[in-house]
């Protein structure tokens, strides 16, 4: 029976979950104007419960209803990273929703589902939690996608997520019923320690199942197909909540079942994940270059990314695990204030989503030009960016790994990378206007100001990037 | 009493910091303080070498070598900063400050209507730096250092005025010629490392004796010996900086620099690095008869045959520069016989009155306004009589007159060939024996065209305002940019026009010509002085009493100014006996010939020149080396630059390398695009290949 000392555990879930259901319930009484105050109220949601995360941390990890559910420095921080972003993602998602129509009550609320699902997801110590969690968050983006009920583009990416997602989670499903039988257990742990020499072939069949399903969480190559429709025809607000929000929780959960559960098979999978790393470096990088449309662009510059964060994986060992997270994160801040910049560009029946919509961005709106280009040098891994730290710590636990070849591949399509990021600088730049566009940023004010803050913690963090990953070390028991 | 590393330290530094004050901020202290600056620093550095060599020679000091500053460390090569400093280091630390600092006062005459003053000193002041830095180095990196740094700065100055095309052609030459010496150069240090394991003066010549018996395959399979591939590499470096045939096409086109450093750079101390080079590795050079034959031989050749070329120039500066390659040659050729302290006396006298004949004939380019051709000259005497006696001085130093510094120094290489039995001693023997004739000739010509003789120029002055309108002539020449090629011509703004048309007709001048204001003469008295007397009061010690310690190795064998030795009686004993030798009978015979062609009987000149006519044409087109040098290298070197650019740039890397990765980039993508085609059922596909491959990768490495 769970007692209360589960619950103390659960604690920022079941609040998370509480106040979601409180914002439902307010968006069905509220009108109109009144609907600022859910907007608002979702944030300090959110902000409240990073703040109970990191309050009720307990010092080691605990785990409660029987190690279903764990409580240790890695989830906490993935969960308040998660937090975060989506807070973020709030504040810049206010006037994109308004201007367009769309019910922001059921944004909040479903975004609220599905932090909740990343939270139980991050923190799973069981096949079930792991999947209950990925559910959870699933089922509430599926919905998120297709917010947009009258844009045809949004239907159909909200389709296509469904149905390829339904079988992704098929697949992963049908991964763990075959550990299950080769392991007899659901728990994490018990399946680590499983001495289970006649049933290997079961087993490793199982991981390679998992394996699709995590690729497919992330984005990887050749799971990745979803990707650059979903990114295209979700409401930039929703597009924004896939690419922060649910990375971190995709390397949580490849960190959850690959190593909490599967770690003794470590030697297989970390060459599937190497082939995973460098089909999604090249198809990433490779389609990235030819592409018009930003929100896409940034589609496949997430599955690039994604092969990155991979290169930290294969080493499959704490220092591994700890770049990795470091990427996954510096990729969130950055991948965030990418979206921002769109939606603070964007306004009522103007998408400022083509890269043709950035040119002469620099005589317009001069500071946005500079945060952009912020954006982008980070993501191209530019030093001394966010994002250049990321890289290099991913290539050198490739190194590490012994993946000499990796990290050299790594390497020269983070250079073909650049490519497409700087020409998203020199449109702003050197490129004149498109004739009869006036691209401008909002004037709204929160979102001016947390987007700067977001993207000039970029150029901070990126100078001062110790003490960030100093705490990725320490949660996975490094002491520097 | 040891030297101490603080006043080392600040002889090198101090004409940096006047070369940066200069340099960076000469806007914002102006013409005054510029060359205040720079002269202060080279003062410092001039004073403190003196009272170095003094400490050295009291005995008051031992010799010293520390390193200061660990400049890398790659593997087990260290490479540091430090200071060797012995007789042989304080020396040319002397000469080069010495001589550096009258040139700096000098140029505050002839430079000063330039727009590019502040430059200039800053220049010159780098350079006294860099060329300290070579001299003072106690490893061979820093020697390298200082090798290319006075290299850069002498390309800088001979491009000063960096509008004049000729200017920009000599110094390119310049470059590139010493680009080939600096190789063979660079190659001999690696050679160095490569037998002896140590960068490190002191080291290396230590462990020479490894060198014994240790061979190395070049090309064709033929086994050469390490010594002398190490001294010949290096003297291949030598033969660059030093302008030795067949790398002494830059050196007579350098003349195209301010007259100052002409002076400075170009006879002084610059080209004399490679005779410092070579005497400083004398253990290393001792181990190679081979090494030693070769640069016998090479500056044999050159001691005649640039001296040749000389007696046909009319530029007054190219005859001193044709004069300076036969007199470096004349220091090839004692380091040839292992006579090193010969190369080193000579270069020390040298440098005093080839700067006093370089720095003279400034004054008489100043006083002819600018006028460079010695037939537009003559009678100039009247005119300019400080310049006219301290010529004079220069050229019996120059010309080997008993009692004068350059007899001493020139006489005993001459004698120490003679005493040699080195392969090749027969062929130099004879070549600086002709030398001699040959370099007395040019010098006596070069006085008589210039300051005897009937003046062939006229004045055609305007007299409405005279001398007192321009400030002394000295300062007033405005010749523009677009001269005559070999015309020292300054980079003026058009501050004078009226001068402009004066000047395009050779021999007219503006004004009567008059003597150069005391910037210019003093210096020129204060070289006269060792031009006349050096030579006499250290040839006993230098060159006979082992002054130079063991800064200088030779082998017992090979010590030919030892045999020498034994036959000196001191100075006033050789030069009486200097007067029934055969090198003064020679020179007196040049003197003669000089004499009557062109001061009792110019005519005559002409007719010989017809008479000789394809012998002269040889030496005025100075043996053709220039067009073949053009013809093959340059030409040859544009034609392989073309084909490279068109085969391997546009061809390989544009086309293969850029737009072909580009366009494969664009042919992946587009079909990488193609793949995403919007339909499901594809996506779906490619998830459930993506699985395949997965699971038999896992069976292939399952089975494997």
């Given at each position: 029976m769970p007692t209360f000392n589960d619950f103390l555990i659960l604690l920022p879930e079941a609040y998370l979950t509480?106040?979601?259901?409180?914002?439902?319930?307010?968006?069905?009484?509220?009108?109109?104007?009144?609907?600022?105050?859910?907007?608002?109220?979702?944030?300090?949601?959110?902000?409240?419960?990073?703040?109970?995360?990191?309050?009720?941390?307990?010092?080691?990890?605990?785990?409660?209803?029987?190690?279903?559910?764990?409580?240790?420095?890695?989830?906490?921080i993935l969960k308040v990273f998660s937090l975060l972003t989506t807070a973020l993602m709030f504040i810049y998602s206010r006037g994109y929703l308004r201007d367009r129509n769309i019910n922001e009550g059921e944004y909040y609320a479903l975004t609220l589902f599905a932090v909740i699902g990343i939270m139980v997801l991050v923190s799973a110590g069981s096949l079930v939690t792991v999947y209950l969690g990925l559910e959870l968050l699933t089922l509430s983006s599926y919905a998120l996608v297709a917010l947009n009920r009258d844009s045809k583009l949004s239907s159909e990416a909200a389709i296509k997520y469904f149905v390829l997602g339904a079988l992704a989670s098929g697949m992963l499903l049908y991964g763990m019923s075959m550990i299950y039988g080769a392991t007899h257990s659901l728990d994490l742990a018990t399946i680590l320690h499983v001495q289970n020499v006649e049933w290997r072939n079961l087993m490793l069949f199982g991981v390679v199942f998992a394996i699709v399903g995590i690729g497919f969480k992330l984005g990887a190559a050749p799971f990745h197909m979803w990707i650059p429709d979903v990114y295209q025809g979700a409401p930039t607000a929703v597009t924004i909540f896939i690419g922060t929000a649910q990375k971190i929780a995709a390397f949580g959960m490849a960190y959850r079942l690959l190593d909490s559960g599967l770690g003794a098979y470590a030697h297989e999978w970390r060459m599937m994940l190497a082939v995973l790393a460098v089909l999604s470096l090249a198809i990433g990088n490779l389609l990235a270059i030819?592409?018009?449309?930003?929100?896409?662009?940034?589609?496949?510059?997430?599955?690039?990314?994604?092969?990155?964060?991979?290169?930290?994986?294969?080493?499959?060992?704490?220092?591994?695990?700890?770049?990795?997270?470091?990427?996954?994160?510096?990729?969130?801040?950055?991948?965030?204030?990418?979206?921002?910049?769109?939606?603070?560009?964007?306004?009522?029946?103007?998408?400022?989503?083509?890269?043709?919509?950035?040119?002469?961005?620099?005589?317009?709106?001069?500071?946005?030009?500079?945060?952009?280009?912020?954006?982008?040098?980070?993501?191209?891994?530019?030093?001394?960016?966010?994002?250049?730290?990321?890289?290099?710590?991913?290539?050198?636990?490739?190194?590490?790994?012994?993946?000499?070849?990796?990290?050299?591949?790594?390497a020269v399509f983070a250079i073909i990378g650049l490519y497409y990021y700087l020409r998203v600088v020199k449109v702003m730049y050197f490129d004149a206007p498109v004739e009869g566009t006036d691209v401008r940023a909002q004037p709204d004010m929160p979102l001016r100001f947390v987007l700067s803050l977001n993207a000039l913690a970029l150029l901070a963090l990126g100078i001062a990037w110790g003490p960030l990953f100093a705490w990725c070390q320490r949660a996975f028991g490094i002491t520097a | 009493?040891?030297?101490?590393?603080?006043?080392?330290?600040?002889?090198?530094?101090?004409?940096?910091?006047?070369?940066?004050?200069?340099?960076?901020?000469?806007?914002?202290?102006?013409?005054?303080?510029?060359?205040?600056?720079?002269?202060?620093?080279?003062?410092?550095?001039?004073?403190?070498?003196?009272h170095v060599l003094w400490q050295l020679v009291s005995g008051d000091a031992k010799n010293f070598n520390q390193d200061v500053y660990t400049w890398f460390q790659a593997g087990n090569l260290h490479v540091s900063v430090g200071f060797m400093v012995d007789r042989l280091t304080a020396m040319m630390m002397v000469v080069v400050t010495?001589?550096?600092?009258?040139?700096?006062?000098?140029?505050?005459?002839?430079?000063?209507?330039?727009?590019?003053?502040?430059?200039?000193?800053?220049?010159?002041?780098?350079?006294?730096?860099?060329?300290?830095?070579?001299?003072?180095?106690?490893?061979?990196?820093?020697?390298?250092?200082?090798?290319?740094?006075?290299?850069?700065v002498s390309y800088l100055l001979i491009g000063f005025w960096y509008k004049k095309p000729t200017a920009i052609y000599a110094n390119l030459k310049a470059f590139v010629v010493n680009r080939v010496g600096d190789f063979g150069f660079l190659l001999g240090i690696a050679a160095v490392l490569y037998f002896l394991n140590t960068l490190d003066y002191a080291t290396a010549f230590d462990s020479a004796g490894a060198l014994t018996g240790r061979a190395i395959t070049v090309v064709g399979g033929h086994?050469?010996?390490?010594?002398?591939?190490?001294?010949?590499?290096?003297?291949?470096?030598?033969?660059?900086?030093?302008?030795?045939?067949?790398?002494?096409?830059?050196?007579?086109?350098?003349?195209?620099?301010?007259?100052?450093?002409?002076?400075?750079?170009?006879?002084?101390?610059?080209?004399?690095?490679?005779?410092?080079?070579?005497?400083?590795?004398?253990?290393?050079?001792?181990?190679?008869?081979?090494?030693?034959?070769?640069?016998?031989?090479?500056?044999?050749?050159?001691?005649?045959?640039?001296?040749?070329?000389?007696?046909?120039?009319?530029?007054?500066?190219?005859?001193?520069?044709?004069?300076?390659?036969?007199?470096?040659?004349?220091?090839?050729?004692?380091?040839?016989?292992?006579?090193?302290?010969?190369?080193?006396?000579?270069?020390?006298?040298?440098?005093?009155?080839?700067?006093?004949?370089?720095?003279?004939?400034?004054?008489?380019?100043?006083?002819?306004?600018?006028?460079?051709?010695?037939?537009?000259?003559?009678?100039?005497?009247?005119?300019?009589?400080?310049t006219w006696i301290t010529m004079w001085i220069g050229s019996l130093a120059l010309a080997g007159t008993p009692f004068f510094a350059g007899f001493y120094s020139k006489d005993a290489i001459i004698e120490a060939v003679g005493e040699s039995h080195r392969w090749g001693a027969g062929y130099a023997y004879f070549c600086?024996?002709?030398?001699?004739?040959?370099?007395?000739?040019?010098?006596?010509?070069?006085?008589?065209?210039?300051?005897?003789?009937?003046?062939?120029?006229?004045?055609?002055g305007h007299h409405g305002h005279g001398h007192a309108a321009h400030g002394h002539a000295a300062v007033v020449g405005g010749q523009s940019i677009h001269s005559d090629p070999g015309h020292d011509a300054h980079g003026h703004d058009a501050a004078d026009e009226h001068k402009e048309d004066s000047h395009h007709t050779p021999g007219e001048l503006e004004h009567a010509p008059s003597e150069?204001?005391?910037?210019?003469?003093?210096?020129?008295?204060?070289?006269?002085?060792?031009?006349?007397l050096i030579g006499f009061f250290t040839v006993g010690p230098m060159l006979y009493g082992g002054w130079f310690g063991k800064a200088i190795h030779v082998e017992e064998q090979n010590n030919v100014l030892g045999e020498l030795a034994r036959d000196f009686h001191g100075a006033t004993a050789a030069a009486l006996h200097g007067f029934i030798q055969l090198p003064f009978l020679l020179a007196l015979a040049g003197f003669i010939v000089a004499t009557v062609i062109y001061l009792f009987k110019p005519a005559l000149a002409d007719s010989i020149k017809r008479a000789l006519h394809p012998i002269w044409r040889v030496l005025d087109k100075k043996y053709w080396v220039d067009e073949v040098y053009f013809a093959i290298f340059a030409k040859g070197g544009v034609k392989l630059g073309r084909a490279f650019w068109r085969g391997g740039d546009a061809a390989v890397i544009d086309g293969?390398?850029?737009?072909?990765?580009?366009?494969?980039?664009?042919?992946?993508?587009?079909?990488?695009?193609?793949?995403?085609?919007?339909?499901?059922?594809?996506?779906?596909?490619?998830?459930?290949l993506g699985l395949i491959l997965l699971l038999g990768g896992y069976w292939l490495v399952g089975q494997g």
């Amino acid at each position: 029976m769970p007692t209360f000392n589960d619950f103390l555990i659960l604690l920022p879930e079941a609040y998370l979950t509480v106040a979601a259901c409180v914002i439902l319930l307010m968006d069905a009484f509220l009108k109109g104007g009144q609907r600022v105050a859910i907007h608002w109220l979702s944030i300090i949601v959110l902000l409240v419960g990073a703040w109970l995360v990191i309050d009720g941390q307990p010092a080691t990890a605990v785990s409660g209803f029987s190690g279903m559910f764990i409580r240790d420095p890695v989830a906490e921080i993935l969960k308040v990273f998660s937090l975060l972003t989506t807070a973020l993602m709030f504040i810049y998602s206010r006037g994109y929703l308004r201007d367009r129509n769309i019910n922001e009550g059921e944004y909040y609320a479903l975004t609220l589902f599905a932090v909740i699902g990343i939270m139980v997801l991050v923190s799973a110590g069981s096949l079930v939690t792991v999947y209950l969690g990925l559910e959870l968050l699933t089922l509430s983006s599926y919905a998120l996608v297709a917010l947009n009920r009258d844009s045809k583009l949004s239907s159909e990416a909200a389709i296509k997520y469904f149905v390829l997602g339904a079988l992704a989670s098929g697949m992963l499903l049908y991964g763990m019923s075959m550990i299950y039988g080769a392991t007899h257990s659901l728990d994490l742990a018990t399946i680590l320690h499983v001495q289970n020499v006649e049933w290997r072939n079961l087993m490793l069949f199982g991981v390679v199942f998992a394996i699709v399903g995590i690729g497919f969480k992330l984005g990887a190559a050749p799971f990745h197909m979803w990707i650059p429709d979903v990114y295209q025809g979700a409401p930039t607000a929703v597009t924004i909540f896939i690419g922060t929000a649910q990375k971190i929780a995709a390397f949580g959960m490849a960190y959850r079942l690959l190593d909490s559960g599967l770690g003794a098979y470590a030697h297989e999978w970390r060459m599937m994940l190497a082939v995973l790393a460098v089909l999604s470096l090249a198809i990433g990088n490779l389609l990235a270059i030819v592409q018009t449309n930003l929100k896409r662009l940034l589609a496949y510059s997430t599955i690039s990314h994604m092969g990155f964060l991979l290169l930290g994986l294969v080493e499959a060992n704490p220092a591994g695990y700890s770049a990795a997270m470091f990427y996954a994160i510096s990729y969130a801040l950055t991948s965030a204030a990418a979206f921002g910049i769109i939606l603070a560009m964007s306004r009522a029946g103007f998408e400022c989503e083509e890269i043709d919509d950035f040119k002469g961005l620099n005589q317009r709106s001069p500071w946005f030009a500079f945060l952009m280009m912020l954006v982008m040098f980070s993501l191209a891994g530019v030093p001394p960016l966010f994002g250049f730290f990321g890289k290099l710590l991913v290539l050198q636990s490739a190194i590490d790994a012994g993946f000499l070849w990796l990290a050299v591949v790594g390497a020269v399509f983070a250079i073909i990378g650049l490519y497409y990021y700087l020409r998203v600088v020199k449109v702003m730049y050197f490129d004149a206007p498109v004739e009869g566009t006036d691209v401008r940023a909002q004037p709204d004010m929160p979102l001016r100001f947390v987007l700067s803050l977001n993207a000039l913690a970029l150029l901070a963090l990126g100078i001062a990037w110790g003490p960030l990953f100093a705490w990725c070390q320490r949660a996975f028991g490094i002491t520097a | 009493m040891d030297l101490s590393l603080s006043v080392l330290i600040t002889i090198a530094l101090a004409p940096l910091v006047g070369a940066l004050l200069a340099g960076l901020f000469g806007r914002v202290i102006g013409r005054v303080g510029s060359h205040c600056v720079t002269i202060l620093g080279v003062g410092i550095a001039c004073a403190l070498s003196i009272h170095v060599l003094w400490q050295l020679v009291s005995g008051d000091a031992k010799n010293f070598n520390q390193d200061v500053y660990t400049w890398f460390q790659a593997g087990n090569l260290h490479v540091s900063v430090g200071f060797m400093v012995d007789r042989l280091t304080a020396m040319m630390m002397v000469v080069v400050t010495f001589v550096s600092l009258l040139v700096h006062v000098y140029t505050i005459g002839y430079m000063a209507d330039d727009p590019g003053y502040q430059r200039f000193f800053s220049y010159i002041s780098l350079f006294t730096f860099s060329m300290l830095m070579l001299v003072m180095s106690n490893n061979f990196m820093q020697l390298f250092f200082g090798w290319e740094a006075v290299g850069l700065v002498s390309y800088l100055l001979i491009g000063f005025w960096y509008k004049k095309p000729t200017a920009i052609y000599a110094n390119l030459k310049a470059f590139v010629v010493n680009r080939v010496g600096d190789f063979g150069f660079l190659l001999g240090i690696a050679a160095v490392l490569y037998f002896l394991n140590t960068l490190d003066y002191a080291t290396a010549f230590d462990s020479a004796g490894a060198l014994t018996g240790r061979a190395i395959t070049v090309v064709g399979g033929h086994a050469w010996p390490a010594a002398t591939v190490i001294g010949v590499l290096l003297f291949i470096g030598a033969m660059g900086k030093s302008a030795q045939v067949p790398l002494h096409v830059w050196l007579p086109d350098s003349m195209e620099g301010p007259t100052p450093i002409s002076a400075l750079i170009h006879a002084a101390t610059m080209v004399t690095a490679g005779i410092f080079m070579v005497a400083r590795m004398s253990p290393l050079f001792e181990m190679s008869e081979g090494a030693l034959s070769f640069i016998l031989v090479i500056g044999a050749t050159t001691a005649l045959f640039t001296g040749l070329i000389g007696i046909v120039q009319n530029d007054i500066k190219r005859v001193i520069a044709y004069s300076t390659l036969s007199q470096l040659g004349y220091m090839t050729v004692a380091l040839g016989v292992s006579a090193y302290s010969g190369a080193v006396f000579h270069l020390m006298t040298h440098a005093f009155f080839k700067a006093l004949l370089f720095l003279g004939a400034g004054s008489v380019i100043i006083g002819m306004h600018h006028e460079q051709d010695m037939r537009y000259m003559g009678g100039l005497r009247k005119y300019m009589p400080v310049t006219w006696i301290t010529m004079w001085i220069g050229s019996l130093a120059l010309a080997g007159t008993p009692f004068f510094a350059g007899f001493y120094s020139k006489d005993a290489i001459i004698e120490a060939v003679g005493e040699s039995h080195r392969w090749g001693a027969g062929y130099a023997y004879f070549c600086v024996m002709a030398g001699v004739f040959v370099t007395s000739l040019y010098s006596f010509r070069l006085l008589y065209m210039t300051f005897h003789g009937a003046e062939r120029f006229t004045v055609v002055g305007h007299h409405g305002h005279g001398h007192a309108a321009h400030g002394h002539a000295a300062v007033v020449g405005g010749q523009s940019i677009h001269s005559d090629p070999g015309h020292d011509a300054h980079g003026h703004d058009a501050a004078d026009e009226h001068k402009e048309d004066s000047h395009h007709t050779p021999g007219e001048l503006e004004h009567a010509p008059s003597e150069s204001p005391w910037v210019v003469t003093v210096p020129l008295i204060l070289l006269a002085i060792p031009s006349l007397l050096i030579g006499f009061f250290t040839v006993g010690p230098m060159l006979y009493g082992g002054w130079f310690g063991k800064a200088i190795h030779v082998e017992e064998q090979n010590n030919v100014l030892g045999e020498l030795a034994r036959d000196f009686h001191g100075a006033t004993a050789a030069a009486l006996h200097g007067f029934i030798q055969l090198p003064f009978l020679l020179a007196l015979a040049g003197f003669i010939v000089a004499t009557v062609i062109y001061l009792f009987k110019p005519a005559l000149a002409d007719s010989i020149k017809r008479a000789l006519h394809p012998i002269w044409r040889v030496l005025d087109k100075k043996y053709w080396v220039d067009e073949v040098y053009f013809a093959i290298f340059a030409k040859g070197g544009v034609k392989l630059g073309r084909a490279f650019w068109r085969g391997g740039d546009a061809a390989v890397i544009d086309g293969v390398l850029i737009d072909g990765s580009a366009s494969l980039v664009e042919r992946i993508a587009s079909g990488g695009r193609r793949l995403q085609s919007g339909f499901l059922y594809h996506y779906a596909f490619a998830m459930i290949l993506g699985l395949i491959l997965l699971l038999g990768g896992y069976w292939l490495v399952g089975q494997g």
